[in-house]
Nanobody, 122 residues
Framework: QVHLVESGGGLVQAGGSLRLSCAAS????????LGWFRQAPGKEREYVTAINWNGGSTYYANSVMGRFTVFRDNAKKTVDLQMTSLKPEDTAVYYCAAGLSTAYQAMRNGYWGQGTQVTVSS
């Protein structure tokens, strides 16, 4: 079993930056991809980003490409999401996830955290 806990959400003005962190506990995650989904009110959950087990491969949604960066630290069992140039449309609950690969289905069907709210004001 894997337990994921997000932190770092909050309120930020448009154009600002925010860093989310996710701490994992339980079984080893060295072979798992780690990443983030988000869900805005009234919208479907969006696959935002993921990084594979050794950091050699990443995925970014077009909507965040060039603004968001994902990091992982296997020793600390953490995955961080650095968000810059934030826009009001980035407002959502952000969920940390762990899956067997960075493929969408693998991440969606993996382990999830409870989520952390990010609100970007205009």
């Amino acid at each position: 079993q894997v337990h994921l806990v997000e932190s770092g959400g909050g309120l930020v003005q448009a154009g600002g930056s925010l860093r989310l962190s996710c701490a994992a506990s339980g079984r080893t995650l060295d072979n798992y991809a780690l990443g983030w989904f988000r869900q805005a009110p009234g919208k479907e959950r969006e696959y935002v980003t993921a990084i594979n087990w050794n950091g050699g491969s990443t995925y970014y949604a077009n909507s965040v490409m060039g603004r968001f960066t994902v990091f992982r630290d296997n020793a600390k069992k953490t995955v961080d999401l650095q968000m810059t140039s934030l826009k009001p449309e980035d407002t959502a609950v952000y969920y940390c996830a762990a899956g067997l690969s960075t493929a969408y289905q693998a991440m969606r069907n993996g382990y999830w955290g409870q989520g952390t709210q990010v609100t970007v004001s205009s």
